[in-house]
Nanobody, 126 residues
Framework: QVQLEESGGRSVQAGDSLRLSCAASGDTFEFSAMAWFRQPQGKEREFVAAVDWSGRTAIVEDSVKGRFTISRDVAKIIVHLEMSSLKPEDTAVYFC???????????????????WGQGTRVTVSS
């Protein structure tokens, strides 16, 4: 069964750091680009960061650049989102996504990702 499982979301204070993880089951995603999106309450889901299958190519949304870093454990097919200097506006449900196609460059559009996790909630208090 194809599955993406996020973990690490919790309530933190502004300025704190947090690491989210996304574990992919099976070898379906071994050569897939994977990404993080987030959805603040009452708003549209938005792109955060993405990484290619090798972990060597990554893109990060400008609004979080310098604070968020995406990385990939290729052997374990786990993608991490390291978040630092968190702000209240980072509060959202964070979703992991994977591209069904292999060897694609990481993209920022939801339409490029066919598989999605259930999400993990991050709450940042001021």
């Amino acid at each position: 069964q194809v599955q993406l499982e996020e973990s690490g979301g919790r309530s933190v204070q502004a300025g704190d750091s947090l690491r989210l993880s996304c574990a992919a089951s099976g070898d379906t995603f071994e050569f897939s680009a994977m990404a993080w999106f987030r959805q603040p309450q009452g708003k549209e889901r938005e792109f955060v960061a993405a990484v290619d299958w090798s972990g060597r190519t990554a893109i990060v949304e400008d609004s979080v650049k310098g604070r968020f870093t995406i990385s990939r454990d290729v052997a374990k097919i786990i993608v991490h989102l390291e978040m630092s200097s968190l702000k209240p506006e980072d509060t959202a449900v964070y979703f992991c996504a994977a591209d069904a196609n292999k060897f694609e460059r990481p993209g920022s559009s939801e339409s490029e990702y066919e598989y999605w996790g259930q999400g993990t909630r991050v709450t940042v208090s001021s």
